[in-house]
């Protein structure tokens, strides 16, 4: 199947700092992917769907300033968690449709963030 | 997207067919049934769609009711290893996102 990866699996940073996860699809190209993220015990909430070429779109109550969205090239999308706090801790997973229309998403192994 | 309801956790015995229900009454004539699951602390992993027909692949069986209203997961020769949280989602066929629920907690007991 297709392969999705992120880098790095898992960061600590401290407070006040950003942070960088990239997102790759391996074998496939996608125009659109997407952040999620999950805390402990919880399932996963959809951040922001990431356009190549173009602004990202965020849901409600997900700060686009803080949480940076860059879709640069087909296979590439990167998340920038800015001025870090502890509460943005969490595992951060991003996933791409593969192909148009109805079909399987492929997600990432997720990024641990332990902010400190 | 229409809303689904699981149990909330389920046990099986290894070797046995682990059967997952999924309700969605809800559910419009133009949107799909998926199954993902994700073990601990990795990535969700597509599973299964279907949207009025009965689906086998070669992790699995999704039947779904005749009035598309509920279905079920068979995974039929559980191995500890299909220890995961299993979800059910409705997407639309022209959907991009998938929404997640809470999905089913499946442990397979020795």
């Known amino acids: 199947g297709a392969v999705v990866s992120q880098h790095p699996s898992w960061v600590i940073c401290k407070s006040g700092t950003s942070v960088k996860i990239e997102c790759r699809s391996l074998d496939f190209q996608a125009t659109t992917m997407f952040w999620y993220r999950q805390f402990p015990k919880q399932s996963l909430m959809l951040m922001a769907t990431s356009n190549e070429g173009s602004k990202a779109t965020y849901e409600q109550g997900v700060e686009k300033d803080k949480f940076l969205i860059n879709h640069a090239s087909l296979t590439l999308s990167t998340l920038t968690v800015t001025s870090a706090h502890p509460e943005d801790s969490s595992f951060y997973i991003c996933?791409?449709?593969?192909?148009?229309?109805?079909?399987?998403?492929?997600f990432g192994p997720g990024t641990r963030l332990t902010v400190t | 997207d229409a809303k689904t309801t699981q149990p909330t956790s389920m046990d099986c015995a290894e070797g046995r067919a682990a059967n997952l229900p999924c309700n969605h009454s809800t559910i419009s004539g133009n949107e799909y049934v998926y199954w993902y699951r994700q073990i601990h602390s990795q990535g969700p992993q597509y599973i299964i769609h279907?949207?009025?027909n009965n689906e086998t692949n070669e992790m699995a069986s999704l039947i779904i009711t005749e009035d598309r209203k509920s279905s079920t997961l068979i995974l039929p020769h559980a191995t500890l290893r299909d220890t995961a949280v299993y979800y059910c989602i409705v997407r639309l066929g022209s959907a991009r996102q998938l929404t997640f629920g809470s999905g089913t907690q499946l442990t397979v007991l020795p």
């Open positions: 996933s791409a449709n593969r192909g148009q229309g109805v079909g399987e998403q492929y």
């Open positions: 279907g949207l009025k």
